[in-house]
């Protein structure tokens, strides 16, 4: 028996040992290693590879290079998994040793990817979770955002909710990160404009059984909803809410992820719903126009919002290059060239706040005939208050 | 079989014990399943130096009875005394622990331990030290030493580093006796223990029961006539649950109700 | 001779290992040293799964519990001693063990197994919900614990090297402790325990105390797992106590063969393994992960450290059918 | 409720609560039914459970978009996912039976794996919603906000007829005898003749089926996600361990003992809601350690 035990463990360090020889680094000095730490599998796989081919598309409009430097790529699936996200994020880091690190959807990994950038000081972009801490109390010079912040739209829509005469206000939201910030950033809007949140409800993630909270709604009979939800959820919550008939009688707000990437799946009960975003469909902008045509001919799909944010983040990450020459070593000159560039991005000119998050315009859709239409522009060149960043 | 007095067994086999002492009392101990009566109001009385045989036919309830003596079925009621205290509310375990030991009707041992790890492990239960985590069980003088003389004792001496699973079932049951002689019961519960032996390791149990006999209370549920006859000083016949007649052997053999009820069926009776 | 072989193989297994850092690759140095932590966690559930015969389903909590309690009794901004978070966190995962023992238990076999799950369940929502846990999205831990002793600093758990060497050193602790205890009477007990628990009663031992403390000790050698991890990585999600975790943690102590301590070892190398090779291999690494496990099963009872057994069977001929 | 505590919920609002609870519960119920069987009569642990769900509700996805009906979707469904859960059992968990439970857990976690990558290879990972149909899209006004959609309703009442339908398959018919059989004693049964292996296939194609039947009709009101599997299948467990593993009326009141104790624990103890399911659990386990009811 003993004998067995101990092939079995030589085994097993060999297969270990493979595993590192396998997947050692091949690395060819003189392309620029880009790295992608993003969901590919799981809940948020539609975005992660959204935000693949939208960066993948500015670098191709770019004939395959930036600063005359070829691009190659890594990729690594997070899984949306926080569990994992140091060691994912170490594979690119020390294992691939990339140049930039470009990632991710989920909140919680996208803080593990940003402690791991500065400790190791690798250039990343966050092309899509918007955790305010990020370019918040976080914030490193290093560490730059091609999004948003959960604060910067729920703020928008705070401002409209008043705007639109609401006094009285519900809120409900899953109990994470990104809902509870976004139901400060409103809270800060609305109030400051002389409503009152009368209630904040919140629910585990991703827990999908609304219907108490809508019979709560119901009895508190509040001027308006506003709510963060995304993806499923998202869809499932709309649906619940327009077939318990609250719709007819207190109108639903949200940031824009409830209705982004799900309008399919939420069919009539979508309809008319106004939401805030940094992007929308039918933006008066021939960035737009082109971005969206050389995507949907590319891809065979409609580009989203997170296509853009990868779209972006490759944009950024190409003047931080053309600022150093295209030398990746003077990190020093790249961070310098981001800070500066002013990004001509489908969903309209941006430039970075000190804090390294865009400084932008949130506009106000409404859902009609499955797109999100612009219908105004609440709050232009909104910035994040970047609370707590020392930058 | 030897003469041999091993010192692991002196201290229990030769306690010298007042004989007679009554160890265990059931009274009136029933037992439902649903609405199935399994046992009703049976008594039975165990003094040491006694060897009691429950008999009866299949189905008759006398596993039942055992399993409520051992503590491994709760009686529905009825109470169960062991020298003058009420354990009726024991588990199995804690009825091992005053002195109430058992073997099973269907081989019930470690296979995959051997002979000796099997009964050392029952030797041991009788001074568990879980707190010392780091002496060594092997190291246990004190129970490698009774367990080997209780396997010598059950006649297995020649099968000690043996893997339990692959001895043949005879032997299994032999085992089986070792390790309840390895708990110092006082009183032994057999089911069946001669059940599948060669007409040899029969007779070796019986010497072994006799051996037994002065020191402890025993309660045995046999088939093998020449067995029961030959170690028997009480018999009990059950049918149906119920008992139907208790007393001495010579009672039993002439009592017109049991030939009857159950020995009437059986062809091997003979004396 | 075997036993002569197995100490050498061992030696030579460890002194492979020893050698990890050497390679200068700190993404390696950090992997082997992740499988390592993972190493004990597997040894702390084979305690349970492979020599007392409980299937604990929910093994990822007292994991948990322990990396939870560092990033909660460390400091925001200084380090914690080690000598002060490592015993309190294994403390507190083998209180959290024994507490949870207490309801599970009372069950048994297919209870037993979602009733583990259930309340690893349970400890995962006290860290996602309340106010205790800091939610979905973790904590980190920003400074590592140090091994000052009053002014002398033996090691410095902030390098890399020096890190490894500890968990290194703590997997051969775990495992020499591990192995001490199952020659103890105690460890016997739950051996017995395994095979035959109705006879353990029967022969005057109260299973339940022995189950107990092994499901609390298994608890509390998990935590110093989760203790490592979280010093590893400086970063607890509620995700560490997902079933997910459990079911890998099972997946390995199944791989290496239940009731082999080495085998543990084994299994938590090989998982990672091949986790790194489908994971660079295919974006759908968990389908090629499945149809493994699912082979497995169904062609490789007895685990990883019977195929040599088998081999050697089939290759004489007489390859078992089963 | 004392009309004292109105502050905290009127009693008007306590009626639509304890509505949502019943409606909840008894979804939860169809889905843990099918798992209590495979449980309880054939002694193995499925983890795949939740993924037969998830399955249910893509099948209604696909279907629906194939056909134009969730009607026809489901009648075509149901078959299939019968055959499917009969070709499993054949292919795979017939091979279970006298392996340890631990085998079982393994074999079913690599199902959940392949499952969820099958789903995304075929289906992709987009969330997707299916209509409700036109005839069941009405809402019932409740108060003067607050209508409950005839939908739900309509699966509530499903979910009752099939209880009934399974007590009365399990009581009163010669398979349910059978299955009541094997369920107490395997050997027995292959005694009498009664080819056992064909029951299992039965009882787990069953389950399959009311698995997957139970993602059908849920997939319009929660649309259709990845992973969407993995909480339905948790707090499946947690539902049958209270109600006693292999009985479906054990499941059915702990369902609905679940589907309330989350109800209200949403609304009341919000900081606390994911724990109360298991809490619940934990305090059933302390009282009967084998559930409500036992098997049987």
């Known amino acids: 028996m003993g004998h067995n035990l101990n092939k079995a463990f030589k085994f097993g360090i060999g297969m270990a040992l493979a595993a590192g020889l396998t997947s050692g680094a091949q690395a060819a000095d003189d392309k620029i290693k880009v790295g992608f730490m993003l969901p590919y599998t799981g809940t948020y796989a539609s975005l992660g590879n959204a935000i693949t081919n939208g960066f993948k598309q500015y670098v191709a409009e770019q004939g395959g290079k930036l600063s005359g430097r070829e691009i190659e790529y890594f990729t690594v699936d997070d899984e949306s998994d926080p569990a994992k996200a140091t060691e994912n994020a170490n594979k690119l880091v020390k294992r691939d040793k990339v140049d930039l690190l470009v990632g991710t959807v989920h909140s919680g990994v996208a803080l593990a990817m940003a402690k791991v950038a500065r400790e190791n000081k690798t250039l990343l972009i966050v ?122 009688t207190v109108p639903l707000l949200g940031s824009g992820f409830l209705t982004d990437g799900n309008l399919d799946a939420m069919g009539d009960s979508g309809k008319a719903l106004q939401t805030t975003l940094h992007y929308a469909d039918g933006l008066d902008n021939k960035k737009d126009q082109a971005f969206r045509l050389t995507y949907a001919k590319t891809y065979k799909m409609q580009p989203d919002v997170y296509a853009v944010q990868g779209y972006d983040a490759a944009q950024l990450y190409g003047a931080g290059l053309k600022a150093a020459g295209g030398d990746v070593s003077k990190q020093a000159d790249v961070i310098k060239g981001m800070e500066a560039a002013k990004i001509d991005s489908p969903r309209g000119a941006f430039t970075l706040s000190k804090a390294h998050n865009p400084v932008q315009d949130i506009y106000l859709r409404e859902v009609q005939g499955g797109q999100n239409k612009v219908i105004g522009i609440p709050t232009k060149a909104l910035a994040d208050p970047a609370r707590g960043c020392k930058l | 079989m030897s003469e041999i007095i091993n010192p692991g067994l002196a201290a229990t086999v030769g306690t010298p014990a007042a004989a007679g002492e009554i160890l265990l009392v059931a009274e009136r101990i029933t037992r439902r399943f649903g609405g199935l009566v399994a046992n009703q109001d049976v008594c039975v009385t165990l003094p040491r130096g006694k060897v009691h045989v429950l008999l009866g036919p299949n ?213 | 001779m075997s036993s002569l072989n197995s100490t050498i193989f061992k030696l030579a297994g460890l002194a492979l290992l020893a050698c990890v850092p050497l390679t200068g690759e700190s993404f390696y140095v950090e992997l082997a040293a992740k499988t390592l932590v993972l190493a004990i966690f597997a040894m702390s559930l084979d305690l349970l799964v492979g020599f007392t015969g409980l299937v604990s389903f929910g093994h990822a909590a007292y994991f948990g519990v322990a990396a939870y309690s560092v990033a909660l009794l460390s400091p925001k901004y200084e380090a914690a001693s080690l000598w002060y978070v490592l015993p309190a966190s294994v403390g507190l995962s083998a209180l959290a063990a024994l507490v949870v023992g207490l309801f599970v238990l009372r069950t048994k076999g297919i209870y037993f197994i979602m009733v583990t799950l259930a309340f690893a369940q349970l400890a995962f929502f006290v860290f996602h919900d309340t106010p205790l846990g800091g939610g979905s999205d973790g904590i980190y831990l920003n400074v590592k614990p140090t091994a000052a002793i009053a002014g002398w600093v033996p090691f410095d758990l902030d390098n890399a090297t020096h890190l490894y060497y500890f968990i290194l050193g703590a997997l051969v602790v775990v495992y020499a402790f591990l192995a001490r205890i199952l020659q103890s009477p105690f460890g016997r007990v739950l051996v017995g325990i395994k095979s035959n628990e109705h006879r353990m009663q029967s022969m005057g031992y109260l299973t339940f105390r022995y189950k107990l403390a092994a499901f609390a000790l298994a608890g509390g050698l998990g935590g110093v797992a989760g203790f490592l991890y979280a010093v590893v990585f400086g970063f607890v999600t509620p995700e560490l106590l997902s079933w997910h975790q459990s079911g890998n943690v099972l997946l390995m102590v199944i791989l290496g063969g239940m009731g082999n301590l080495v085998g543990a070892i084994a299994g938590a190398f090989v998982f990672t393994g091949m986790q790194e090779v489908f994971g660079n291999w295919t974006k759908h690494w968990q389908l090629v992960m499945g149809c493994v496990i699912v082979a497995a099963v169904l062609f490789m009872p007895g685990g990883l450290s019977a195929v040599p057994g088998r081999i050697k069977r089939a290759l004489q001929g007489g390859g078992s059918n089963e | 409720m004392p009309a004292g505590q109105g502050t905290l919920m009127d009693f008007a609002s306590f009626l639509i609560q304890m509505l949502n609870s019943l409606q909840y519960g008894l979804l939860l119920f169809l889905v843990a039914s099918g798992l209590t069987l495979v449980f309880g009569i054939m002694g193995i642990i499925n983890l795949a459970h939740g993924s037969f769900y998830m399955i249910g509700a893509y099948l209604a996805f696909v279907l629906t978009s194939a056909t134009g009906s969730l009607f026809l979707a489901i009648l075509l469904g149901i078959p299939l996912t019968f055959i499917v859960g009969a070709f499993l059992e054949w292919a795979l968990f017939s091979h279970l039976y006298k392996r340890e439970h631990l085998e079982q857990v393994l074999l079913t976690y690599g199902l959940i794996l392949i499952f969820e990558e099958l789903r995304s290879l075929l289906v992709g990972d987009e969330v997707h919603g299916v209509d409700i149909p036109a005839i069941f899209s009405a809402s019932i006004p409740l108060s003067d906000v607050l209508s409950y959609p005839v939908y739900r309703l309509v699966i509530s009442g499903v979910c009752i007829v099939l209880a009934v339908a399974l007590y009365f398959v399990i009581q009163r018919t010669r398979l349910g005898m059978m299955i009541r059989a094997g369920n107490h004693d395997r050997t027995m049964v292959e005694a009498l003749g009664i080819n056992i292996n064909m029951i299992y296939r039965v009882v787990f194609a069953l389950g399959f089926a009311l698995a997957a039947l139970a993602g059908m009709l849920a997939a319009p009101i929660s649309s259709v996600f990845p992973n969407m599997g993995s909480h339905v299948l948790i707090i499946s467990f947690v539902i049958v361990v209270i109600g006693g593993i292999g009985s479906v009326w054990g499941a059915l009141i702990a369902a609905l003992v679940i589907g309330f104790a989350d109800t209200f624990g949403k609304v009341l103890l919000p900081d606390y809601a994911g724990m109360v399911v298991y809490l619940v659990m934990a305090v059933v386990l302390l009282w009967r350690p084998e559930g409500i009811l036992k098997k049987g």
């Not at chain 1, 010079?141 to 401002?159: D, E, I, L």
């Not at chain 2, 025993?218 to 028997?232: G, K, N, P, S």
Request: with cysteine; glycine share 8%; charged share 20%.
């Open chain 2, 59 to 271: 189905g008759a309830g006398k596993s039942t009875c055992i399993n409520m003596l051992s503590g491994d079925l709760p009686p529905s009621e009825g109470t169960i005394h062991f020298m003058g205290k009420d354990i009726t509310g024991l588990s199995a375990a804690q009825r091992s622990q005053v002195g109430i030991g058992r073997s099973y009707q269907r081989t019930n041992i470690f296979p995959k331990f051997t002979v000796l790890e099997n009964v050392r492990l029952a030797a041991q239960s009788r001074r568990q030290q879980p707190w010392r985590i780091f002496s060594r069980a092997m190291k246990q003088q004190w129970a490698l030493d009774k367990a080997r003389a209780c396997i010598e004792e059950a006649g297995l001496g020649a099968k000690v580093d043996w893997i339990a699973g692959v001895l043949s079932h005879g032997e299994q049951r032999q085992l089986e006796i070792a390790m309840v002689l390895a708990t110092d019961a006082q009183v032994m519960l057999l089911d069946e223990p001669l059940a599948g032996m060669g007409s040899d390791e029969s007779a070796r149990m019986v010497e072994v029961l006799k051996r037994l006999k002065p020191s402890r209370a025993i309660l045995l549920v046999e088939h093998d006539m020449d067995a029961v006859f030959a170690v028997a000083d009480t018999i009990t016949v059950m049918v149906n649950g119920q008992v139907l007649e208790s007393g001495p052997p010579a009672q039993i053999k002439a009592s017109v109700a049991v030939q009857q009820a159950y020995l009437g069926q059986e062809d091997s009776f003979h004396v």
């Open chain 1, 127 to 248: 092309p899509n979770a918007g955790a305010d801490e990020i370019t918040g109390p976080l914030c490193a010079p290093n560490v730059f955002r091609s999004s948003f912040t959960n604060w910067q739209p729920a703020y928008a829509m705070g401002k409209v909710a008043a705007q639109k005469g609401y006094k009285k206000v519900v809120t409900l939201t899953w109990k994470y990160a990104a809902g509870l910030q976004s139901i400060d950033g409103f809270k800060e809007a609305f109030e400051q404009a002389g409503g009152k949140v009368v209630k904040d409800m919140t629910l585990p993630f991703p827990n999908v059984e609304f219907q108490p909270f809508l019979t709560e709604i119901a009895s508190l009979k509040p001027d308006a909803v506003f709510v963060f939800f995304a993806g499923a959820g998202a869809a499932k919550f709309v649906k619940d809410y327009a077939a318990a008939g609250l719709n007819k």
